[in-house]
C-alpha cells in the first residue's frame, strides 16, 4: 500500500477518534457528569468502530497509540500511589482482601469453566481488578480523593491494579510458574535500577540536577522527558521479558514518585500536572475510545446471560469481601459509616482496563473468544458507568445533599 494511502488512513481514524474525544467531555458536562467521561469515551468508541458506523478502525499507528495510553494511565496511577500507605496497615489488609477475592474468583472460574485451571484464572483476575487509573479522575473530579474513602479506595486500587498484573504474569505465560516467577524478579531489579541510576546521579552531580530542574519549565521540558523516557524503558523492558506492558508503566510511576519524594518533593505535583496533561489529553482517550471500538454490542447483546452474570461474579467476589472485611475487621481504613464502606466495596469493584488486557490474552491464545471477550470487557464498562455513580451517591454527606437539592 502507497505510504501517502497509509498516512491518509491513519489521519482519518485519528480524526475521527479526536472528535469522539472531543465530544465526550461535553456529554459528561450535559450530564452533570452522572455519566463520568471515561463511559462516553467508550461509548463513542462502539459507535465510530467497525461494529457498528466503521468510522475509524484501530490500524497500526492507532494501535500503538493506544498502548502509550494504556502507559499514561498506569503511570499516572503509580503516581498517585503513595508506598507508606501500602505498606501500612491498611495496606496489608487490602493486599489480603485481593488475596481472598482472587481465591473466590479463581473458585467460580472453575466451576464455571467445568474445571479448566486457565479460564478460571482469566475470570478470577480480570473479576478481582480495580480500575485505579479509571477511578483517578473520577475521584478528583468529585474532591474525594483527599478523604479517608478517597485513600481507602487508592489503597485497594493499587493492589487491585498490581496483584492482578503479576498475577497475569505468573499464570497467563507459557513458561513454568518458577521460571515466570524469576523473570518477575529479574524485572523488579532491573526497574529498580533503571530509575535509581538517573536519581543517584542527579544527586551525585548536584549543578546537573540544578540545570535540568530549571530547564524543567522551558521548552526542553527535561524532567518530563526523563518521566517518559523512564516509563517507554519499562514498559520495553516488560515487552521483552513478555510480561504486560501495564505493569512496566505503573512500576515507573510508583518509583518515579518514591525517587521524587526523597530527592526532589517540589516537582511531584508539577510533574504530575504535566503528564496529566500529555495523557488526558490524548493518549489516554485513545485508549478508552479503542477499547470501545473492539466491542460487537449486537454480539454481546447475544450473550446477556454472560454479560450479567459477569458483572454479578464481579460484586460476589471483588465488592462483597472488600466490604465484608471494613463491616467485621479492623482494616485501619478510617472509614466509619456504613455507607462509606459499601461505596468503598463499589470503588474495588469498579474495573475496566486489566479487564481489557486480560481478555486481550486470552483471546489472542485461544482460551475464550471474541465474544466472550467483548461480553467481559463490556461488564468492566458497566462497573465504571454504575458503580463509581452508586458510591459517590452513598458517600454523600447528608447535609451536602440537602443542599444541593435547595
Same mark, same amino acid.
Given at each position: 500500500?502507497?505510504e ?19 465530544? !465526550?467531555p461535553?456529554?459528561?458536562? =450535559? ?5 463520568p ?17 466503521a468510522?475509524?478502525e *484501530? ?17 499516572l496511577?503509580?503516581?498517585?500511589v ?13 493486599? &489480603? ?15 464455571i469453566a467445568?474445571g479448566d ?9 480480570a473479576?478481582?481488578?480495580?480500575? #485505579?487509573?479509571t ?22 486500587? !493499587? ?9 497475569m *504474569? #505468573? ?9 515466570? !516467577?524469576?523473570? #518477575? ?8 535500577v533503571?530509575?535509581a ?13 540544578r540545570?535540568?530542574?530549571?530547564a ?6 527535561t524532567?518530563?522527558?526523563i ?11 516488560? !515487552?521483552v ?9 505503573f512500576?515507573?510511576?510508583? &518509583?518515579?514518585h518514591? =525517587? ?5 518533593p517540589?516537582?511531584v ?28 454490542? &449486537? ?11 459477569f ?12 466490604? =465484608?472485611?471494613?463491616?467485621?475487621s ?18 474495588a ?9 486480560v481478555?486481550q ?7 475464550? *473468544? ?7 470487557v463490556?461488564?468492566?464498562a ?8 452508586l458510591? *459517590?451517591?452513598?458517600?454523600?454527606r447528608?447535609? =451536602?445533599?440537602?443542599?444541593a437539592q435547595s
Amino acid at each position: 500500500m502507497h505510504e501517502s494511502t497509509i498516512l491518509i488512513e491513519n489521519l482519518q481514524s485519528m480524526w475521527w477518534i479526536a472528535a469522539a474525544a472531543v465530544l !465526550a467531555p461535553i456529554l459528561a458536562l =450535559a450530564t452533570r457528569r452522572t455519566i463520568p467521561d471515561v463511559v462516553w469515551l467508550l461509548v463513542l468508541g462502539m459507535v465510530i468502530g467497525p461494529h457498528a458506523l466503521a468510522l475509524a478502525e *484501530s490500524t497500526q499507528a492507532v494501535a500503538f497509540l493506544r498502548e502509550l495510553g494504556l502507559g499514561f494511565l498506569f503511570l499516572l496511577a503509580g503516581f498517585e500511589v503513595n508506598t507508606s500507605d501500602m505498606r501500612s496497615r491498611a495496606g496489608r489488609s487490602a493486599a &489480603l482482601t485481593w488475596l481472598l477475592c482472587v481465591s473466590l474468583g479463581v473458585g467460580a472460574g472453575l466451576l464455571i469453566a467445568g474445571g479448566d485451571w486457565q479460564i478460571a484464572a482469566v475470570l478470577g483476575i480480570a473479576a478481582t481488578s480495580t480500575a #485505579l487509573g479509571t477511578l483517578l479522575p473520577i475521584l478528583k473530579d468529585s474532591g474525594a480523593l483527599e478523604a479517608p474513602l478517597g485513600t481507602a479506595t487508592m489503597i485497594h486500587g !493499587a493492589y487491585g491494579e498490581l496483584l492482578p498484573v503479576i498475577a497475569m *504474569s #505468573l499464570l497467563l505465560t507459557t513458561r513454568a510458574t518458577l521460571q515466570a !516467577a524469576a523473570v #518477575l524478579v529479574l524485572f523488579a531489579v532491573l526497574a529498580v535500577v533503571i530509575v535509581a541510576v538517573p536519581a543517584r546521579l542527579f544527586r551525585k552531580v548536584p549543578l546537573l540536577g540544578r540545570a535540568f530542574a530549571a530547564a524543567s519549565d522551558s521548552t526542553m521540558q527535561t524532567i518530563v522527558r526523563i518521566t517518559v523516557w523512564v516509563m517507554i524503558s519499562l514498559m520495553l523492558l516488560t !515487552a521483552v521479558l513478555e510480561l504486560d506492558v501495564a505493569l512496566g508503566a505503573f512500576a515507573a510511576g510508583l &518509583l518515579l514518585h518514591t =525517587a521524587l519524594r526523597g530527592g526532589a518533593p517540589q516537582h511531584v505535583g508539577e510533574i504530575m500536572h504535566k503528564v496529566e496533561v500529555m495523557g488526558f489529553g490524548l493518549l489516554i482517550p485513545v485508549f478508552f475510545l479503542t477499547s470501545g471500538m473492539s466491542i460487537d454490542v &449486537l454480539a454481546v447483546l447475544g450473550v446477556w446471560p454472560l454479560l450479567l452474570g459477569f458483572v454479578g461474579m464481579i460484586v460476589v467476589v471483588r465488592g462483597l469481601p472488600v466490604l =465484608a472485611r471494613e463491616l467485621w475487621s479492623s482494616s485501619g481504613s478510617g472509614l466509619e459509616t456504613p455507607r462509606e464502606k459499601v461505596a468503598l466495596g463499589l470503588y474495588a469493584a469498579t474495573g475496566l482496563p486489566i479487564i481489557v488486557a486480560v481478555t486481550q490474552i486470552a483471546s489472542s491464545s485461544g482460551l475464550i *473468544s471474541v465474544t466472550v471477550a467483548s461480553a467481559m470487557v463490556t461488564g468492566g464498562a458497566i462497573t465504571v458507568l454504575v458503580f463509581p455513580l452508586l458510591a *459517590s451517591r452513598l458517600s454523600r454527606r447528608p447535609e =451536602a445533599a440537602g443542599g444541593a437539592q435547595s
